[in-house]
């Protein structure tokens, strides 16, 4: 009998009191893998980071801890990895939400940002999400929507991506 090996998850880069903690739906196979967030070869994360004026350079992947030096943080509301985030179900994200809201509550951040509109909908069994900030807090923080950088989400353009991200880096800034 063969034993069923499943892909290793990824650490959360957290700490408390952050500025804003960067929400994405589920680690990749490779960022996984590797241990590092946002690894895979066509994900935008680190250079629309960059280009938005979170951090004065663009950070590698292996260097992804450097970005809680920048008042930010990474986490997934599912644990398991995939290679999309499609393979999860909504009750899967349904049934890690009420961890996942006790662990944004825990580490207080001022701020959060969910990587695509999936997640959010799921944990709040609301449909209609807009892009931006949105009306009720999460876990006791401001919550962010925005445009998930994943190289498959060819709906929005980097320019795009950068805009969006940018928004939230100024209204972060500008709040105490």
């Known amino acids: 009998m063969s034993e069923v090996v499943f892909p290793p998850s990824l650490p959360d880069l957290l700490e ?6 960067f929400c994405g739906i589920n680690p990749g196979l490779r960022a996984a893998a590797t241990g590092h967030h946002f690894e895979g070869r066509g994900n935008r994360f680190w250079r629309v980071m960059h280009l938005a004026g979170f951090t004065p350079e663009q950070i590698r992947p292996e ?16 644990p ?5 985030a499609a393979e999860l179900s909504r009750s899967e994200i349904e049934l890690a939400g009420d961890d996942f809201r006790r662990k944004i509550e825990h580490y207080s951040p001022r ?3 969910f990587l695509g509109k999936m997640a959010l909908s799921a944990i709040s069994g609301t449909s209609n999400i807009d892009w931006g900030l949105q009306t009720e807090p999460f876990g006791g923080a401001r919550a962010w929507v925005l445009p998930n950088p994943s190289g498959l989400n060819r709906a929005f ?3 795009s991506l950068v805009t969006a991200y940018r928004e939230v880096r100024i209204a972060v ?4």
């Open 157 to 159: 353009d980097l320019a």
């Open 111 to 113: 701020n959060i940002a």
């Open 63 to 78: 260097d992804d801890r450097t970005v809680l030096q920048y008042g930010c943080g990474l986490t997934t509301v599912v």
């Open 80 to 84: 398991r990895a995939t290679a999309q």
């Open 16 to 21: 408390p009191g952050l500025s804003l903690i």
């Open 173 to 176: 800034a500008s709040t105490p």
